[in-house]
């Protein structure tokens, strides 16, 4: 499913190396479908151990320009480039690199919490002998990890977004983008995702980060971008 280099290096990430240096430019990016705007030209740099928090009223555009910097969506005008080449999600260079939460991700209503993380570890080329344990280690940053053995549909809309949340973190990345990750979780749940965010960027990620929470934004975003709409 994945070239070989992207999964190399995919693998190299997951075993604690350092990530490598990583830029994320997006140069006067807008996109517009029959009319209609959805992203005025905005442009940002983000490099590794870096935020970028996104903040806008309902509609401005952050969805859109997410899914312009995970490579789903083309811009109308602009240009959205990772190291200066393109971002295209079906590419296995783009996957092996960017790490994205916009929208709900695929679930599968017969394999349990535990059993998805296994599953998405062994995609990236994870040891199968320390799958369970590393994956459990994943649910229980997010406390949930006394939920590994429930189906999906059997948790509360909270524990359904941490769940989200562990799925994108736990695979291996250079560039997180995360579309309102605090969405239905309470304000402890909030903390906790902070610090796994802060740790990420201590590591070396790059973070890209749609957000309506203040606190959240002001702990993470070394630069907060208004996204003002059409
Ligand atoms: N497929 C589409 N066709 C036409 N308009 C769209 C489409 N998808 C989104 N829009 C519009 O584009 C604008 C930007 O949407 P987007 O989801 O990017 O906003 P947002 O800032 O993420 O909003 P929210 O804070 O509510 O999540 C909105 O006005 C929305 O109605």
Redesign the pocket.
């Known amino acids: 499913m994945f070239g070989r280099r992207a999964q190399a290096s995919a693998t190299a990430a997951a075993d604690g190396t350092p990530a490598a240096p990583v830029t994320i430019k997006v140069s006067k990016a807008g996109k517009d479908?029959d009319g209609?705007v959805?992203?005025a030209p905005v442009s940002l740099t983000v490099r590794s151990g870096r935020c970028v928090v996104l903040r806008?009223a309902?509609?401005?555009?952050?969805?859109?320009l997410l899914k312009i910097i995970a490579g789903a969506l083309e811009p109308s005008t602009g240009s959205a480039t990772l190291d200066d080449g393109p971002l295209d999600e079906r590419d296995a260079a783009t996957r092996a690199r960017v790490a994205a939460l916009v929208g709900s991700p695929t679930a599968y209503r017969d394999l349990t919490l535990i059993d998805h993380l296994v599953l998405i570890d062994s995609t990236w080329g994870g040891a199968i002998d320390t799958a369970d344990e590393r994956a459990d280690d994943m649910l229980a940053a997010l406390e949930i990890d006394h939920l590994s053995e429930r189906f999906p549909h059997e948790l509360s809309s909270g524990q359904q977004q941490l769940f989200h949340l562990a799925m994108v973190l736990f695979r291996p990345s250079q560039v997180l983008l995360l579309d309102?990750p605090e969405q239905r979780l309470d304000t402890h749940k909030r903390e906790v995702l902070t610090q796994i965010l802060l740790s990420r960027k201590a590591a070396g990620t790059a973070l890209v980060v749609?957000c309506h929470d203040p606190v959240m934004t002001s702990a993470l975003g070394d630069k907060v971008l208004d996204?003002t709409g059409a």
Not at 58 to 64: H, L, R
């Open positions: 479908i209609s959805l992203l806008g309902n509609g401005s555009g952050k969805t859109t309102e749609a996204i």
